[in-house]
T-cell receptor, first 115, second 111 residues
Framework: NAGVMQNPRHLVRRRGQEARLRCSPM?????VYWYRQLPEEGLKFMVY????????ESGMPKERFSAEFPKEGPSILRIQQVVRGDSAAYFC?????????????FGPGTRLTVL | DQQVKQNSPSLSVQEGRISILNCDYT??????FLWYKKYPAEGPTFLIS?????DKNEDGRFTVFLNKSAKHLSLHIVPSQPGDSAVYFC??????????FGPGTRLSVLP
């Protein structure tokens, strides 16, 4: 049973380019969460999605960032016109149930570097 | 406004001794609490959890204690092993909302 998969593991972009981060949840999980970890900081919640729905995007910057979780395929976190401050590790997590005490299972993360 | 605090950014412990990691939260409505361990270049890994109806949960060398009146959570690791060296995050959860993570404590277990 494969765990949460993220790709790419490392992504380098120049300022102004777009970054696309992909997350495939664990089999049977229909809830996906994206977190960002800046250097020397903890995990900050960005967005919570179910299939085809954004449930909570309160942690996501209003501009340049978007997320989707289509009916088929992985969840995508998209950052347009990247800036140096976007350099961070982006983790996604998945869980099987909503509003439950089920644990979130994390992927290995995508490390984004903006030059 | 930090809802979850881990006031010790780092902790060093001798192998075989007890490691105690602490976490404080501000909202008494949180009802589920977890600890995650994170190695460099990897995602966080679930370690142990406790619900608000309990005050202690044990799993092998790991025990989590919850003091609801003090809004305080702690993780005890005994005996500590060098492989326990990692960053430990506490996370809190309220049904219908999202996990809130603390900033982490870096544990170093010295051989």
């Amino acid at each position: 049973n494969a765990g949460v998969m993220q790709n790419p593991r490392h992504l380098v972009r120049r300022r102004g380019q777009e970054a696309r981060l992909r997350c495939s949840p664990m089999k049977g999980h229909s809830h996906v969460y994206w977190y960002r970890q800046l250097p020397e900081e903890g995990l900050k919640f960005m967005v919570y999605l179910q299939k085809e729905n954004i449930i909570d995007e309160s942690g996501m910057p209003k501009e340049r960032f978007s997320a989707e979780f289509p009916k088929e395929g992985p969840s995508i976190l998209r950052i347009q016109q990247v800036v140096r401050g976007d350099s961070a590790a982006y983790f996604c997590a998945s869980s099987p149930l909503i509003a439950s005490t089920d644990t979130q299972y994390f992927g290995p993360g995508t490390r984004l570097t903006v030059l | 406004d930090q809802q979850v605090k881990q006031n010790s950014p780092s902790l060093s412990v001798q192998e075989g001794r007890i490691s105690i990691l602490n976490c404080d939260y501000t909202n008494s409505m949180f009802d589920y609490f977890l600890w995650y361990k994170k190695y460099p270049a990897e995602g966080p890994t679930f370690l142990i959890s406790i619900s608000s109806i309990k005050d202690k949960n044990e799993d092998g060398r790991f025990t989590v204690f919850l003091n609801k009146s003090a809004k305080h959570l702690s993780l005890h690791i005994v005996p500590s092993q060098p492989g326990d060296s990692a960053v430990y995050f506490c996370a809190v959860f309220k049904g219908g909302q999202n996990f809130v993570f603390g900033p982490g404590t870096r544990l170093s277990v010295l051989p």
